[in-house]
């Protein structure tokens, strides 16, 4: 009965980046029950076998989908992509997504307006329509209520000119951010640090890690997550 409810719903994908935000948008949309979410939208830097912009090796985000129970679609671009390349290997996934029958796309975004608008204007005459159910949420709030939703997640790259390096690898929680600098925003918004969840509510299991080296590229801190026992 309950699979059937779901393939009555409008089918939707998350951009899945995963990191806390994205998480956390999945988990207010699974909360509501308006959707059937079909997929995972993640875009992978194919020469380093990676989450592009977080570092994140792709085992995990495979890890990842697999906890969640929903396949992950993985748009391959190549590191330093032009925006042209970017823009058509995201026109080929929305295609692909169409045809699995997806009407909308939910977005992590909280209060970027370049970024929000850049999305609509890209999805317009697609037949996908771009949702943000975390819009216009006050940061210093949402970062807490990620937090106490059962969301863990760690800090993988981070601007080192605005975050300090220790804070490569720590626990996205109460304490981490209780030390951020004030000039910080609490979610990171501003691309401050990115983050890698590991347990969330709708996890059917936990995904281990453990802590590797850091290392500093193109102007931001990496710092790898191995998976626990490799």
């Given at each position: 009965?309950?699979?059937?409810?779901?393939?009555?719903?409008?089918?939707?994908?998350?951009?899945?980046?995963?990191?806390?935000?994205?998480?956390?948008?999945?988990?207010?949309?699974?909360?509501?029950g308006?959707?059937?979410?079909?997929?995972?939208?993640?875009?992978?830097?194919?020469?380093?076998?990676?989450?592009?912009?977080?570092?994140?090796?792709?085992?995990?985000?495979?890890?990842?989908?697999?906890?969640?129970?929903?396949?992950?679609?993985?748009?391959?671009?190549?590191?330093?992509?032009?925006?042209?390349?970017?823009?058509?290997?995201?026109?080929?996934?929305?295609?692909?997504?169409?045809?699995?029958?997806?009407e909308?796309?939910?977005?992590?975004?909280?209060?970027?307006?370049?970024?929000?608008?850049?999305?609509?204007?890209?999805?317009?005459?697609?037949?996908?329509?771009?949702?943000?159910?975390?819009?216009?949420?006050?940061?210093?709030?949402?970062?807490?209520?990620?937090?106490?939703?059962?969301?863990?997640?760690?800090?993988?790259?981070?601007?080192?000119?605005?975050?300090?390096?220790?804070?490569?690898?720590?626990?996205?929680?109460?304490?981490?951010?209780?030390?951020?600098?004030?000039?910080?925003?609490?979610?990171?918004?501003?691309?401050?640090?990115?983050?890698?969840?590991?347990?969330?509510?709708?996890?059917?299991?936990?995904?281990?890690?453990?802590?590797?080296?850091?290392?500093?590229?193109?102007?931001?801190l990496?710092?790898?997550?191995?998976?626990?026992?490799?």
């Open positions: 009965m309950e699979s059937e409810i779901a393939n009555e719903k409008p089918k939707a994908a998350v951009s899945w980046s995963s990191g806390k935000d994205s998480a956390f948008a999945l988990l207010e949309v699974l909360r509501k308006n959707f059937n979410i079909v997929s995972l939208l993640t875009t992978v830097t194919s020469t380093y076998d990676r989450i592009s912009m977080h570092g994140v090796r792709n085992e995990l985000l495979q890890k990842q989908s697999d906890s969640i129970g929903i396949p992950s679609l993985k748009i391959e671009i190549p590191p330093k992509c032009s925006n042209e390349i970017y823009e058509g290997k995201m026109k080929s996934a929305t295609e692909q997504l169409k045809r699995k029958g997806v909308y796309l939910i977005f992590g975004d909280i209060f970027l307006e370049d970024v929000r608008k850049y999305r609509e204007t890209k999805l317009a005459g697609s037949g996908i329509t771009p949702v943000f159910p975390l819009w216009g949420r006050k940061t210093p709030d949402l970062a807490k209520e990620i937090i106490r939703s059962g969301i863990s997640a760690r800090l993988v790259c981070l601007d080192p000119a605005k975050v300090g390096k220790e804070f490569g690898g720590l626990r996205f929680d109460l304490s981490l951010l209780n030390r951020l600098p004030e000039n910080v925003d609490p979610c990171g918004e501003n691309g401050e640090f990115h983050t890698f969840v590991y347990e969330a509510p709708f996890f059917n299991k936990r995904v281990d890690v453990e802590v590797g080296i850091s290392v500093e590229r193109d102007g931001f990496f710092t790898d997550l191995v998976p626990a026992g490799d």
